[in-house]
């Protein structure tokens, strides 16, 4: 079929991590055979009132792609307009590609603003409209955005809506006249890259891993004062590989701690899959998640994972795979210390966890929908 996939979430050369779940979701559906073609709009800070640029290419999935780039003094007022967004997608579409490629399905992505665009060319270009969302924050939108009433015509008018968990589907099922039109079709991780590789078990050393954006709802402290009561008790010595940059780290940074903590900045995927081959354990402590790509690249790679029992991550983590714990030091400590007492059969963590999210099973889920709803009533 052929797909024009929208977004306004997308990965560029200064932020390169910036929607990657989206990108990789795009090369599934690119993967299982079919035409897709990709609008992504990245609105940020400039110092100019107003300035747009386009670039064309391939990507390395084989997508072709249009990133349309707008820097202005007023960007943040540009992203909340859904009118402004709609008119850059309905005139972007118009006059590049309407007269070469009418698509059989638009699939847009987070349901502000992008998603009200979407429904907007879906109902002008009378093709069905397929939403996917990853927004946290759609039940507050719901709730206080005076324009809210966009969002939700977007989401009744949808053929479908896919979520990447059942968390966020229960989140956003009270605000949809027909939640059985809810799909869950999770995030994909390279299993070529985070694949597993046996692991060596050190005499002396415990090696954990952390990746994220250390910033709210980020909870690393946590972890971290659970870490360093543990070393005191512990004959091995403790070494925290944290892969990310954000405000959070200079407090880590000025804390006085008993263990090794290697700060490791921003990585390649390849880098970050190397960290966790390595690795004992990865810890991942939030007070929400809707998915957690980094959680299931860990388990990809056969790294049990010890991590908050809220949002999502349960429907990822469960007993043969690692803990779960509620976010006080104490808890923290508890799993750690129960994780350790575990023998977990990394190789099956990695078959299990990397075929389920694999870009190919991704990819058939997305057709499945597609081909359910391909025609417009």
Same mark, same amino acid.
């Given at each position: 079929?052929?797909?024009?996939?929208?977004?306004?979430?997308?990965?560029?050369?200064?932020?390169?991590?910036?929607?990657?779940?989206?990108?990789?979701?795009?090369a599934a559906i690119k993967s299982a055979g079919h035409d897709i073609?990709?609008?992504?709009?990245?609105?940020?800070?400039?110092?100019?009132?107003?300035?747009?640029?386009?670039?064309?290419?391939?990507?390395?999935?084989?997508? =072709?792609?249009?990133?349309?780039?707008?820097?202005?003094?007023?960007?943040?007022?540009?992203?909340?307009?859904?009118?402004?967004?709609?008119?850059?997608?309905?005139?972007?579409?118009?006059?590049?590609?309407?007269?070469?490629?009418?698509?059989?399905?638009?699939?847009?992505?987070?349901?502000?603003?992008?998603?009200?665009?979407?429904?907007?060319?879906?109902?002008?270009?009378?093709?069905p409209h397929i939403i996917t969302e990853h927004w946290s924050k759609?039940d507050k939108y719901m709730r206080r955005n005076l324009l809210s009433?966009?969002?939700?015509?977007?989401?009744?008018?949808?053929?479908?809506?896919?979520?990447?968990?059942?968390?966020?589907?229960?989140?956003?099922?009270?605000?949809?006249?027909?939640?059985?039109?809810?799909?869950?079709?999770?995030?994909?991780?390279?299993?070529?890259?985070?694949?597993?590789?046996?692991?060596?078990?050190?005499?002396?050393?415990?090696?954990?891993?952390?990746?994220?954006?250390?910033? =709210?709802?980020?909870?690393?402290?946590?972890?971290?004062?659970?870490?360093?009561?543990?070393?005191?008790?512990?004959?091995?010595?403790?070494?925290?590989?944290?892969?990310?940059?954000?405000?959070?780290?200079?407090?880590?940074?000025?804390?006085?701690?008993?263990?090794?903590?290697?700060?490791?900045?921003?990585?390649?995927?390849?880098?970050?899959?190397?960290?966790?081959?390595?690795?004992?354990?990865?810890?991942?402590?939030?007070?929400? =998640?809707?998915?957690?790509?980094?959680?299931?690249?860990?388990?990809?790679?056969?790294?049990?994972?010890?991590?908050?029992?809220?949002?999502?991550?349960?429907?990822?983590?469960?007993?043969?795979?690692?803990?779960?714990?509620?976010?006080?030091?104490?808890?923290?400590?508890?799993?750690?210390?129960?994780?350790?007492?575990?023998?977990?059969?990394?190789?099956?963590?990695?078959?299990?966890?990397?075929?389920?999210?694999?870009?190919?099973?991704?990819?058939?889920?997305?057709?499945?929908?597609?081909?359910?709803?391909?025609?417009?009533?």
């Amino acid at each position: 079929m052929k797909i024009l996939f929208l977004s306004c979430w997308y990965p560029t050369a200064e932020n390169p991590l910036k929607g990657i779940f989206i990108k990789n979701h795009a090369a599934a559906i690119k993967s299982a055979g079919h035409d897709i073609r990709i609008i992504a709009f990245d609105i940020t800070t400039g110092e100019q009132m107003f300035k747009k640029q386009t670039h064309f290419f391939t990507d390395e999935h084989g997508v =072709e792609t249009h990133l349309i780039t707008i820097k202005s003094i007023f960007y943040k007022w540009l992203y909340i307009n859904p009118f402004f967004i709609r008119k850059q997608f309905l005139n972007y579409y118009a006059s590049s590609l309407y007269n070469s490629f009418k698509p059989d399905i638009i699939h847009s992505n987070i349901l502000y603003p992008c998603s009200i665009a979407g429904d907007f060319l879906s109902q002008k270009y009378k093709v069905p409209h397929i939403i996917t969302e990853h927004w946290s924050k759609v039940d507050k939108y719901m709730r206080r955005n005076l324009l809210s009433h966009l969002g939700k015509n977007a989401y009744d008018n949808a053929a479908a809506i896919t979520v990447v968990s059942n968390f966020l589907k229960q989140y956003i099922k009270k605000h949809i006249i027909s939640p059985e039109k809810i799909h869950i079709v999770p995030n994909t991780v390279d299993n070529v890259c985070f694949s597993y590789k046996e692991k060596t078990l050190h005499s002396d050393k415990l090696i954990f891993s952390a990746i994220a954006h250390w910033k =709210e709802p980020k909870k690393p402290e946590l972890f971290i004062a659970a870490l360093n009561a543990i070393q005191n008790q512990c004959s091995k010595i403790i070494i925290l590989n944290m892969i990310g940059d954000g405000e959070k780290l200079e407090y880590i940074k000025k804390m006085k701690l008993n263990f090794t903590i290697n700060y490791l900045g921003n990585s390649t995927k390849q880098k970050v899959a190397v960290t966790l081959q390595k690795s004992d354990f990865f810890l991942h402590a939030s007070s929400i =998640e809707t998915f957690s790509l980094v959680t299931a690249e860990a388990l990809a790679t056969g790294t049990p994972v010890i991590c908050s029992n809220v949002g999502a991550l349960p429907e990822l983590v469960n007993e043969t795979s690692g803990v779960l714990t509620e976010n006080t030091i104490e808890a923290w400590e508890n799993a750690i210390k129960k994780a350790l007492k575990n023998k977990f059969d990394y190789k099956s963590i990695s078959a299990n966890y990397g075929e389920k999210f694999k870009s190919e099973s991704i990819g058939n889920l997305y057709s499945g929908i597609y081909y359910k709803n391909g025609v417009m009533e």
